[in-house]
């Protein structure tokens, strides 16, 4: 029987549109449900949308939509992001979904007739962005809170309890005996001092909103909606048919939650505590990784700077992309994205390292032996060379298995760089010239097999470029393979094939500095956020009317349209926007647009100053703003 193993994202929050730290908790997820199908095991990989809750109940009103209509929009987003970036999930759940309402509502029940669920009143605070319970003294600055720091509201409600605090003992040991239960270790010891410091009961339903799943019918009470983190939570377990078909239940006993730090203690916590309620054995790891920043600050909607992982894939290339966040951070630490970054390693790493390996590699076996690998000798003159790599390679493994992402793919590029640097120190072409064909013929047999083991062990992270890899190697990536190639060490012959370069050189920056805020951040901006401006803040920004007298695309850029605009000034101004994809330029020539125009200027691609912001209205697509009747240029918006 093969083992089965189950691995899941967090899901969710459908208040906001999938940015780069949906994105990573995602395909972290969706590496380690590669690397398992990869060596054998019978995987289920699950993801979704949280759907429920006050935060969400709060969107929707913001937006003149109903919860339903308004999670439907999001959720779908997500849906469609996830699957562009060919995520291999085998099942996408929303909690707005018949069958979780069912799941959450046996498993109120069963937690109820264990006596672990009473009813009292709940005093204290709470935080609608963060969906969580705090106490007076768990406060900064006396309201806010400590998670978030946004202002957090008074509650006095009735409200049906959970008793965590029986399970403080419980949890103690869980941790103690399970050394990976919460990982990394660090994360793991923050747990236990809060769990040492004492538990309090959880308030688990709430009356004062509507959106959220009843109780069930047995507890004839109809004004209580359950607390979102208790129908989010139960998610895991829906999705396995956990009290109805109980169809996938088996995949239980093998579980690893992929979550953020920020979710670590619902997930190290309640959800443990939960579970023993119910009587149900506990994840084998719940995994927390770091939070993402840009150029060194902190995302928000109000700075526009939230990075748009489908915007970096499209300029980037998605494996790039996933590259990159598996590679520049060690696991559970905070990591930065920035272009310069990105490139860097998209040009060293990526294309000298691992592309160039495979270019040489093709064109010393078209060279010297039409393209025919022959590696009968390559265990007679090379076998220190493999000793090497294999110990690498068993590293990588190892750091995957312990969610070390960096480190696995820093173990799998020791492979890639000791294979170029076989290359330049026994210098082949000497060799042919030398008459030692044998030993030349061995030596790109020894790459191409240190090459294919990497393939294969890279697959997870990067499956498109490796399956590349492999087809021009003329190999397959298959469980059957890493068995024989990277577990057995078995030696291979190849037939290579010409191929493309895999990493193109990147030569500037791809994508704006600063994404153009999308309609809904900024709706989200003036709604949720509560970042509003003084009138003074408004009358520093300068936005007029102009006329475009010149619109054209700029090589080297997809994005970039390139405007001479009259703003009634003495002399046009040159303005880039990121919005050739909307617009064919020879159709804006003569137009009236807005511009901000006292945006400091900037250079762009490093030759074209930018000298303003055009400004665009967004709501998925992208429509310049005009003026209602002809105005003079240069006319000023306010
Ligand atoms: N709905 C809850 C999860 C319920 S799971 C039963 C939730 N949703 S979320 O949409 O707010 O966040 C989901 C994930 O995105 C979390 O793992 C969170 O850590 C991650 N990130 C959100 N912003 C992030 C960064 N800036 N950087 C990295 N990841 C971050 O929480």
């Given at each position: 029987?093969?083992?089965?193993?189950?691995?899941?994202?967090?899901?969710?929050?459908?208040?906001?549109?999938?940015?780069?730290?949906?994105?990573?908790?995602?395909?972290?997820?969706?590496?380690?449900?590669?690397?398992?199908?990869?060596?054998?095991?019978?995987?289920?990989?699950?993801?979704?949308?949280?759907?429920?809750?006050?935060?969400?109940?709060?969107?929707?009103?913001?937006?003149?939509?109903?919860?339903?209509?308004?999670?439907?929009?999001?959720?779908?987003?997500?849906?469609?992001?996830?699957?562009?970036?060919?995520?291999?999930?085998?099942?996408?759940?929303?909690?707005?979904?018949?069958?979780?309402?069912?799941?959450?509502?046996?498993?109120?029940?069963?937690?109820?007739?264990?006596?672990?669920?009473?009813?009292?009143?709940?005093?204290?605070?709470?935080?609608?962005?963060?969906?969580?319970?705090?106490?007076?003294?768990?406060?900064?600055?006396?309201?806010?809170?400590?998670?978030?720091?946004?202002?957090?509201?008074?509650?006095?409600?009735?409200?049906?309890?959970?008793?965590?605090?029986?399970?403080?003992?419980?949890?103690?040991?869980?941790?103690?005996?399970?050394?990976?239960?919460?990982?990394?270790?660090?994360?793991?010891?923050?747990?236990?001092?809060?769990?040492?410091?004492?538990?309090?009961?959880?308030?688990?339903?709430?009356?004062?909103?509507?959106?959220?799943?009843?109780?069930?019918?047995?507890?004839?009470?109809?004004?209580?909606?359950?607390?979102?983190?208790?129908?989010?939570?139960?998610?895991?377990?829906?999705?396995?048919?956990?009290?109805?078909?109980?169809?996938?239940?088996?995949?239980?006993?093998?579980?690893?939650?992929?979550?953020?730090k920020d979710i670590l203690r619902f997930h190290a916590i309640y959800w443990p505590a939960f579970l023993m309620s119910l009587g149900l054995s506990l994840p084998k790891h719940v995994a927390a990784h770091g939070w993402w920043t840009r150029d060194g600050e902190k995302m928000s909607k109000s700075k526009g700077n939230v990075v748009d992982p489908r915007e970096v894939a499209n300029a980037y290339g998605l494996?790039?992309?996933?590259?990159?966040?598996?590679?520049?951070?060690?696991?559970?630490?905070?990591?930065?994205?920035?272009?310069?970054?990105?490139?860097?390693?998209?040009?060293?790493?990526?294309?000298?390292?691992?592309?160039?390996?495979?270019?040489?590699?093709?064109?010393?076996?078209?060279?010297?032996?039409?393209?025919?690998?022959?590696?009968?000798?390559?265990?007679?003159?090379?076998?220190?060379?493999?000793?090497?790599?294999?110990?690498?390679?068993?590293?990588?493994?190892?750091?995957?298995?312990?969610?070390?992402?960096?480190?696995?793919?820093?173990?799998?590029?020791?492979?890639?760089?000791?294979?170029?640097?076989?290359?330049?120190?026994?210098?082949?072409?000497?060799?042919?010239?030398?008459?030692?064909?044998?030993?030349?013929?061995?030596?790109?047999?020894?790459?191409?097999?240190?090459?294919?083991?990497?393939?294969?062990?890279?697959?997870?992270?990067?499956?498109?470029?490796?399956?590349?890899?492999?087809?021009?190697?003329?190999?397959?990536?298959?469980?059957?393979?890493?068995?024989?190639?990277?577990?057995?060490?078995?030696?291979?012959?190849?037939?290579?094939?010409?191929?493309?370069p895999l990493f193109p050189r990147i030569e500037s920056e791809l994508m704006a500095k600063v994404s153009q805020p999308q309609a809904q951040e900024k709706q989200d901006q003036k709604t949720s956020d509560d970042e509003t401006i003084s009138i003074d803040d408004f009358a520093k920004i300068v936005i007029k009317v102009g006329t475009v007298l010149e619109c054209e695309k700029i090589e080297g850029s997809d994005?970039?349209?390139?405007?001479?605009?009259?703003?009634?000034?003495?002399?046009?101004?040159?303005?880039?926007?990121?919005?050739?994809?909307?617009?064919?330029?020879?159709?804006?020539?003569?137009?009236?647009?807005?511009?901000?125009?006292?945006?400091?200027?900037?250079?762009?691609?490093?030759?074209?100053?930018?000298?303003?912001?055009?400004?665009?209205?967004?709501?998925?697509?992208?429509?310049?703003?005009?003026?209602?009747?002809?105005?003079?240029?240069?006319?000023?918006?306010?």
């Open positions: 029987m093969r083992e089965k193993t189950y691995i899941t994202t967090p899901i969710y929050y459908v208040n906001d549109v999938p940015h780069i730290g949906h994105a990573y908790t995602t395909i972290i997820a969706d590496t380690m449900a590669r690397f398992a199908r990869l060596r054998g095991q019978d995987t289920f990989f699950m993801t979704g949308t949280d759907e429920h809750g006050q935060k969400i109940e709060q969107a929707a009103q913001q937006r003149d939509k109903t919860p339903q209509a308004y999670a439907d929009e999001i959720s779908a987003k997500f849906r469609k992001l996830w699957d562009e970036f060919e995520i291999s999930y085998d099942h996408f759940i929303r909690t707005t979904d018949a069958e979780h309402k069912l799941t959450v509502q046996n498993a109120f029940e069963k937690m109820q007739a264990n006596g672990d669920i009473y009813k009292g009143e709940y005093e204290g605070f709470y935080c609608v962005s963060c969906e969580t319970f705090f106490t007076q003294t768990q406060l900064v600055n006396e309201e806010c809170c400590p998670d978030c720091g946004r202002k957090t509201s008074i509650v006095k409600e009735e409200s049906y309890f959970f008793a965590l605090s029986k399970y403080q003992d419980a949890l103690l040991k869980w941790y103690e005996q399970n050394e990976q239960c919460i990982m990394p270790k660090g994360k793991k010891n923050e747990v236990i001092s809060f769990v040492k410091s004492g538990l309090k009961d959880l308030s688990i339903t709430r009356t004062s909103f509507d959106w959220g799943i009843k109780l069930p019918a047995s507890a004839n009470d109809a004004k209580h909606v359950m607390y979102v983190w208790l129908d989010a939570l139960l998610n895991y377990l829906t999705t396995l048919g956990y009290t109805r078909d109980e169809k996938n239940m088996s995949y239980w006993q093998n579980t690893t939650h992929i979550v953020g494996e790039n992309f996933r590259y990159f966040l598996l590679r520049e951070v060690p696991f559970g630490q905070d990591g930065d994205f920035s272009q310069k970054a990105l490139i860097e390693r998209i040009n060293s790493e990526l294309g000298n390292g691992l592309g160039n390996l495979l270019s040489r590699i093709v064109g010393m076996s078209s060279k010297y032996s039409e393209f025919k690998i022959n590696s009968e000798n390559t265990v007679k003159f090379y076998q220190n060379e493999l000793d090497e790599a294999k110990n690498y390679l068993k590293n990588a493994v190892e750091n995957l298995e312990n969610f070390a992402t960096n480190r696995y793919l820093e173990e799998l590029w020791k492979v890639v760089f000791l294979a170029n640097a076989s290359i330049a120190k026994y210098e082949p072409w000497a060799m042919i010239k030398a008459g030692e064909t044998d030993k030349a013929n061995a030596l790109v047999a020894l790459c191409a097999n240190l090459l294919a083991k990497v393939a294969i062990l890279l697959s997870p992270a990067m499956p498109k470029t490796c399956t590349k890899i492999a087809n021009a190697l003329g190999f397959e990536i298959s469980t059957t393979n890493y068995e024989k190639i990277v577990q057995n060490d078995e030696i291979l012959d190849f037939i290579t094939q010409p191929t493309e994005k970039l349209l390139k405007f001479i605009i009259d703003l009634g000034e003495e002399k046009p101004r040159q303005i880039l926007s990121g919005i050739a994809k909307y617009y064919d330029p020879t159709t804006l020539i003569g137009q009236q647009i807005c511009v901000l125009a006292n945006l400091k200027p900037r250079t762009m691609m490093k030759k074209y100053v930018s000298e303003g912001m055009i400004l665009s209205a967004s709501d998925g697509s992208l429509t310049l703003l005009g003026t209602h009747a002809k105005v003079a240029n240069g006319a000023v918006v306010g």
